[in-house]
């Protein structure tokens, strides 16, 4: 039997946009984080009403979390309503899905046996998404809680939104125990969106490498390589 | 104006420009503008309706009474004595053992649901070891227990008003491990209390609070720990004077700097003023004289439920996380930093492994390949 491979078209332009979206917003918020967290690097001279560091750093950092935020919903409703593929039954944790992931998984570390030839997202790719995407919904409830402690006493159509966030992010006040816990939590999450994407960069390269699909163009150009049985 | 000058024939002690002064003061804590500094005076001068105070002590270091004693407009005896009526203070009345405790029983018995109670202190819990131990027993004065002390005084209060962090959320006793079980009085009574919480609490918000009584026979509205809005509404780091610095990105790195002397932004060294709800830029400490901030030392968060817990440590900028095995204390950044290094570690053995077994992988799938091949002619 030889086995052909063919080009076949996974992801849509939009969903591509989003992902490098996403990227660029994640980036430019870890580094806008850790600086807001420990302001290390940058220190305003001269006198306080000539510069505004901080306070750009800042708007930098609300910014990108806005676009991660749009982004993140907008992939969301392309997951159940885009006209190309729906995907959004391949990231929930279902049995199916779990048993799926772990062969994969196995077949990662020890090479046995061999790997399905998947069009959409691979179950262990789904199953790692599904905990990234967790992660950012944690840092986007924390972050707002912080955000919101900073506009109290806002008035207006900005008092609406203030009055929005607190509905929204309360409860982590009470789940991580008042802001200082939300702080911690919003700036420890940060480590686990730098090392969950990490691994998530080095698998993807690796699966391209080594599964011979051309797995990470698909994030570029839409395509990747599927196996077809064709002839004897 | 005028009008108000009559009914006050009572307060002969009193310099008038003093007193108009704190209701002026009062006034800009609650939020209420000019127009109603009158209305604040003739509240606090009314005299058939000068409400009895009873002020309880419990789990504490007499600070919030410190506090309290510092305000010279008035100063404390005028306070005390012709705007107020505290009829029971432990540390600053005249009368002493029984005397005391019948003064005691006689102003509620004639004040019944009327009087104010003032709680300084928290309410231990736990019970002592012991053939004799009482719950509560780690507090007792005159053979009853704080616990038991405050029920009876609190159960015929019209309200309780608890000052300082102790009072409100059990303060320093209960920071971990909480040995004596201490809670603030709300939560042992498990009633609603107004907290003016800090450490010691500021006066002027305590006395705003009973004037919001007096003036409309209800206490303020409060946030969720029961702190009054119009104190507690704004985080201190959002009506700092030194925030300028804080946008500017400068900030105070060391003590005894030349930032710290031109007064940067002590967000580095710890300040927990993006944490922390109060007003203490606006009313300010010791007839509004100073704050912890305009001193030069960073906000410790001390109005802030168990802060001691939640705030520590308070020269540094972000507490610890407890990692699970061990007990270690380290900061967000090294476990995050581990976590992502242990990553790094996973994805290079995982590299090396799998690529170094590429050729017997490759040479497996060959195999099949071929005998397939054959199987299948």
């Given at each position: 039997m030889v086995i052909l491979l063919e080009m076949v078209k996974v992801k849509t332009a939009s969903v591509r946009v989003l992902h490098w979206v996403i990227f660029l917003a994640t980036v430019s918020l870890v580094l806008t984080g850790l600086y807001i967290a420990d302001p290390f690097w940058l220190s305003g001279s001269?006198?306080?009403?000539?510069?505004?560091?901080?306070?750009?750093?800042?708007?930098?950092?609300?910014?990108?979390?806005?676009?991660?935020?749009?982004?993140?919903?907008?992939?969301?409703?392309?997951?159940?309503?885009?006209?190309?593929?729906?995907?959004?039954?391949?990231?929930?944790?279902?049995?199916?899905?779990?048993?799926?992931?772990?062969?994969?998984?196995?077949?990662?570390w020890t090479l046995e046996g061999e790997q399905k030839d998947y069009r959409w997202i691979d179950p262990f790719d789904g199953i790692t998404f599904h905990l990234l995407h967790l992660v950012l919904i944690l840092q986007l409830f924390t972050g707002f809680a912080l955000y919101v402690s900073g506009i109290e006493l806002a008035a207006g159509i900005w008092g609406i939104w203030a009055k929005t966030l607190h509905i929204a992010t309360d409860w982590t006040l009470v789940v991580f125990g008042g802001l200082p816990g939300v702080r911690l939590m919003h700036h420890f999450t940060l480590w686990l969106v730098v090392s969950g994407a990490f691994l998530h960069i080095y698998h993807q390269i690796w699966k391209t490498i080594k599964l011979q699909r051309a797995d990470i163009s698909a994030i570029v150009n839409g395509y990747k390589l599927m196996a077809v049985k064709r002839g004897k | 104006m005028s009008q108000v000058k009559d009914q006050t024939k009572f307060l002969t002690s009193i310099d008038r420009r003093e007193f108009m002064g704190l209701c002026a003061q009062i006034s800009v804590v609650l939020g209420l503008g000019n127009e109603m500094v009158p209305k604040i005076a003739e509240a606090l001068e009314a005299a058939a309706r000068k409400p009895s105070i009873i002020w309880l002590h419990f789990q504490e270091c007499t600070g919030d009474s410190e506090a309290f004693l510092r305000t010279t407009s008035p100063s404390v005896a005028e306070l005390v004595l012709d705007i107020l009526s505290i009829d029971y203070h432990e540390t600053i009345m005249a009368a002493s053992g029984d005397q005391a405790e019948q003064l005691l029983t006689k102003t509620m018995?004639?004040?019944?649901?009327?009087?104010?109670?003032?709680c300084e202190g928290a309410i231990p819990l736990a019970t002592p070891p012991g053939p004799a131990g009482l719950k509560g027993g780690y507090l007792t004065i005159g053979n009853k227990t704080g616990l038991q002390i405050a029920d009876e005084v609190c159960r015929d209060a019209a309200a309780v008003i608890c000052v300082g962090n102790c009072a409100s959320y059990g303060g320093v006793q209960a920071q971990r491990p909480n040995p004596t079980g201490a809670v603030g009085v709300g939560e042992a009574l498990g009633i609603k209390t107004v907290n003016i919480p800090a450490c010691p609490h500021n006066p002027v918000n305590s006395i705003a609070t009973i004037v919001n009584f007096l003036l409309l026979g209800s206490l303020p509205p409060t946030d969720r720990f029961g702190r009054p809005l119009f104190a507690y509404e704004e985080r201190i780091h959002d009506q700092c004077t030194r925030r300028s610095h804080f946008d500017a990105g400068q900030f105070v790195t060391e003590w005894g700097s030349e930032e710290a002397k031109k007064g940067f932004c002590l967000y580095k060294m710890g300040c927990k003023g993006p944490q922390t709800y109060n007003n203490c830029n606006k009313a300010r400490y010791n007839d509004h004289t100073g704050w912890p901030i305009g001193a030069g030392h960073g906000c410790v968060g001390c109005s802030e439920p168990k802060f001691w817990d939640t705030m520590s440590p308070f020269y540094k900028r972000l507490e610890g996380i407890e990692v699970p095995f061990g007990g270690v204390e380290a900061t967000a950044d090294k476990v995050g930093l581990a976590l992502t290094g242990a990553a790094a570690v996973g994805a290079a053995v995982h590299a090396a492994y799998t690529f170094g077994k590429k050729k017997e992988h490759d040479e497996r799938i060959i195999d099949r390949e071929k005998q397939e091949k054959k199987e299948g002619k």
């Open positions: 001269g006198e306080a009403y000539q510069t505004f560091v901080m306070a750009k750093i800042r708007l930098i950092h609300f910014l990108s979390a806005i676009a991660l935020d749009v982004a993140f919903l907008v992939r969301l409703y392309i997951a159940f309503f885009s006209l190309f593929h729906t995907d959004w039954t391949e990231v929930l944790p279902t049995p199916g899905n779990l048993k799926e992931a772990w062969n994969s998984l196995r077949f990662y | 018995k004639e004040n019944k649901g009327k009087y104010l109670v003032v």
